[in-house]
Antibody, heavy 122, light 111 residues
Framework: QVQLQESGPGLVKPSETLSLTCTVS??????????WSWIRQPPGRGLEWIGY???????KYNPSLKSRVTISVDTSKNQFSLKLSSVTAADTAVYYC??????????????WGQGTLVTVSS | QSALTQPRSVSGSPGQSVTISCTGT?????????VSWYQHHPGKAPKFMIY???KRPSGVPDRFSGSKSGNTASLTISGLQAEDEADYYC???????????FGGGTKLTVL
């Protein structure tokens, strides 16, 4: 079964850009059958969908984060990435990557990574 | 403040049944039959348990079932087992602007 693994700095300074990568194994980000997504969970709070990307580069972002988010895909490395600019303490969270099957209707997140904690602090 | 409201905790003894509620609005849970549930053991990857309100992915025991009435979806776990102790999150489609909204999570304790 597919496996997803998040990686990136665990500490980011305020106003800087948070950058994370999700490496996909036992599956391909180039598959036209899936979208690839980022989700986060601030400490003590619920989950928040950040956005997704298709292998073609098509993206969709949460309107509340859209001005600061960029998701990209690197098919040669079988990875997709998240960049969140101008971070504040409110962006401190566990960040998850997840897969969405491309179905006829709305599809759930069928596989997730274990998550990585990113702390925003000077 | 999460978009969907879940109880912070529920508990039950082995063999018993518990139900976790997930309350939204007519713009999400009540408006679509696109509710999913996830089980999360801390430190591990969340696991996909229910989709389209009541469908189970392959490999999920039939002890897990989902339902919906109006703006509230529910996850019922029957025949509780120790390994069911985890956090559970609901998720719903919320229209074309936002792909998904989630609940705040419910901690299930098996007594």
């Amino acid at each position: 079964q597919v496996q997803l693994q998040e990686s990136g700095p665990g500490l980011v300074k305020p106003s800087e850009t948070l950058s994370l990568t999700c490496t996909v194994s036992r599956g391909s980000v180039s598959s036209g059958s899936y979208y690839w997504s980022w989700i986060r969970q601030p400490p003590g709070r619920g989950l928040e969908w950040i956005g997704y990307i298709y292998y073609s580069g098509k993206t969709k972002y949460n309107p509340s984060l859209k001005s600061r988010v960029t998701i990209s895909v690197d098919t040669s490395k079988n990875q997709f990435s998240l960049k969140l600019s101008s971070v504040t303490a409110a962006d401190t969270a566990v960040y998850y990557c997840a897969r969405i099957p491309d179905g006829n209707n709305w599809s759930p997140f069928d596989y997730w990574g274990q998550g990585t904690l990113v702390t925003v602090s000077s | 403040q999460s978009a969907l409201t879940q109880p912070r905790s529920v508990s039950g003894s082995p063999g018993q049944s518990v139900t976790i509620s997930c309350t939204g609005t007519s713009s999400d849970v009540g408006g679509y039959n696109f509710v999913s549930w996830y089980q999360h053991h801390p430190g591990k990857a969340p696991k996909f348990m229910i989709y389209d309100v009541s469908k189970r992915p392959s490999g999920v025991p039939d002890r897990f079932s989902g339902s919906k009435s109006g703006n509230t979806a529910s996850l019922t776990i029957s025949g509780l087992q120790a390994e069911d102790e985890a956090d559970y999150y609901c998720c719903s489609y919320a229209g074309s602007d936002t792909y998904a909204v989630f609940g705040g999570g419910t901690k299930l304790t098996v007594l």
